[in-house]
Nanobody, 125 residues
């Protein structure tokens, strides 16, 4: 059973910083792309940042220059460093990862996209 567990959300003032973490655990063979999404109240979930297994990154225009995604492959963990936060960054942040894993019954491996449970980020004075 593969799980993604996020941490690091909270309340921060405008202009402040937060660092989100998302750790994958379970019968993991390899992890491909890892992404961060967010969903604000009344809005659709949107892609914030993505990183490939080789380290190539991509960002939404709204966060370019303020957010940085990184990963530690040895720890199966992806990070999102968020600087110069704005009230419009307020949302639930979710990590997503494409993971190759093997079931505990020993049957063949498969690749599946997994989601974390989400962590609330609130930017307010």
């Amino acid at each position: 059973q593969v799980q993604l567990v996020e941490s690091g959300g909270g309340l921060v003032q405008p202009g402040g910083s937060l660092r989100l973490s998302c750790a994958a655990s379970g019968s993991i063979i390899s992890i491909y792309a890892m992404d961060w999404y967010r969903q604000a109240p009344g809005k659709q979930r949107e892609l914030v940042a993505a990183i490939t297994s080789g380290g190539s990154t991509n960002y939404a225009d709204s966060v370019k220059g303020r957010f940085a995604i990184s990963r530690d492959n040895a720890k199966n963990t992806v990070y999102l460093q968020m600087n110069s936060l704005k009230p419009e960054d307020t949302a639930v942040y979710y990590c997503n990862a494409a993971i190759k894993s093997r079931p505990s019954d020993g049957s063949s491996w498969y690749v599946k996209a997994y989601w974390g449970q989400g962590t609330q980020v609130t930017v307010s004075s």
